[in-house]
């Protein structure tokens, strides 16, 4: 059994730009022992696919202790290091943060995803500092990624985006993040240099049309995420299937759906 610091540090080391942490996100322990069974080095939670596995809405409308509760089981279930999607932190200020990080870390988990959305830049860096004050406290090196929606959300003109960027994660940096989650952006170009301007592991979010992870590797990318996409396909499978059984009455949707004696088998593998 190793222990939390011990997968932090494992973490860690998997953030290199010549062989990025690829990270297909889960959202519960099923999908959690499937993404490790299929050869992932540790596991990301989706902070959406979480909050709809627990009935609610993405967008900081779970509640803590539900997501907390429910990390547990994630982590208890792989083998792997497992890094957490908290949203803007399940909380209203950083002292709250600091509370929050205080009860991933009591979950086993050894990363955090933060995000800035629309509050200001000052909040977000108060945040970021309450997150590294509060692991550092506990003697566990916890990677805290934080994530600027500037591109994602389209946030000023197009051609501010980058340098508006490069200053929020330089800010980001210095306020106590170890790397730099920019979704929203697959151009080789922005990607470069995004790399090329940001003085930590660069994190990209990649889907369909998106740049292979070996391409993303040669621009310098260190570690890359699937987001909700992984959990929206699974979703949308339920839909169609449950469409097609109740107009045609058929059902080739679940033709290709995991066997179920393989199934069962490889989540009996831990109690």
Known sequence: MTTSTERAHRFRSLHTAERPLVLP???DTASARIVAEAGAEAIA???AGVAWALGAAD?????RAAAL???GRIVAAVDVP????IEGGYAQTADGVAETVRGVLAAGAVGINIE???RPAEEHLRRIGAARATADAEGVPLFVNARTDVFLAGIGPEAGRLEETLKRAAACVAAGADGIFVPGVTDADTVAALVRGIDAPLNVMTGPGAPSTAEFARLGVARISAGSSIAQAAHALVRDAARELLTEGTCTTVANGYDYG???????ERR
């Open 45 to 47: 939670t989706t902070s």
């Open 82 to 85: 497992v890094t957490a999607d």
């Open 116 to 118: 800035d959305g629309p």
């Open 262 to 268: 393989e199934l069962n088998a490889l989540l009996g």
């Open 69 to 71: 509760e429910h990390l």
């Open 25 to 27: 996100n889960a959202w």
């Open 59 to 63: 967008g900081d409308r779970l509640d």
